[in-house]
């Protein structure tokens, strides 16, 4: 088990609401990553930072937005959620330095918005 | 568009069979990667070939590498009914200063 760590698991909640789901990692991987994935489904990079201060979109549009003031952690903040967002949204890291860069992933939030 | 496609979307076998995907690319590669996510899970790696390597084992996993026809295979030997699972590829490119690319995968059944 990868030391990367997502909440809520499950959220359902009501259109026009403000979430923030979290990520955080123990390993000190300066690299971390939010995909969007439906189920069965492929995934889709939303986010991506490369280290404190440091964000960039994907490849998905995304009305999302993402923050890295530490290290170990990389919130994804939905300022007025739909149920276009519907979801399973999967955080990763993997480390610097590496010529390869091996992802480790979050067990995912599943969002249901009504 | 994603950079890797596998193949066959869905596959089903039984316990003991050996099982085959496939996955196709586009552009040029620094390594390929194998993932697999089981239900409602996230993502778990499995292997990493480089593209210098054309051939690579890891206990029942054999992925084989051809860069010339910009494919890769991920052979899984005497499955079990616990590899019931997807199947992920993912390209990385340069140094790994570009995240890495997914494809659509394949969603695996083992039938005991």
């Known amino acids: 088990e990868a030391d990367i760590y997502q909440t809520p698991r499950y959220l359902v909640i009501g259109t026009g609401k403000k979430i923030t789901l979290e990520c955080s990692q123990t390993?000190?991987?300066?690299?971390m990553y939010w995909y969007q994935q439906d189920p069965g489904m492929e995934l889709h990079l939303i986010h991506y930072?490369?280290?404190?201060?440091?964000?960039e979109k994907g490849d998905l549009s995304s009305e999302s937005t993402v923050s890295r003031i530490r290290t170990e952690h990389f919130p994804l903040t939905l300022e007025s959620a739909r149920p276009s967002h519907t979801s399973q949204y999967l955080c990763?890291?993997?480390?610097?330095?590496?010529?390869?860069?091996?992802?480790?992933f979050g067990p995912g939030t599943r969002l249901t918005v009504l | 568009s994603q950079q890797g496609e596998e193949d066959p979307q869905a596959l089903s076998i039984q316990e003991g069979e050996n099982a085959t995907m496939n996955c196709s690319y586009k552009t040029s590669i620094n390594n390929l990667q194998w993932y697999r996510q089981n239900s409602g899970r996230g993502l778990v790696h499995l292997i990493l070939i480089r593209s210098n390597e054309r051939e690579k084992h890891s206990g029942r996993l054999r992925v084989t590498l051809d860069t010339s026809k910009k494919s890769s295979s991920l052979l899984i030997t005497a499955s079990r009914a616990a590899d019931t699972a997807s199947y992920f590829c993912a390209t990385g490119r340069n140094s790994g200063n570009t995240p890495l690319v997914f494809g659509k995968g394949t969603r695996l059944s083992v039938i005991a």
């Open positions: 930072s490369y280290g404190v201060n440091s964000t």
């Open positions: 990763a890291s993997s480390e610097s330095g590496r010529s390869y860069n091996e992802q480790f």
């Open positions: 390993m000190g991987h300066d690299k």
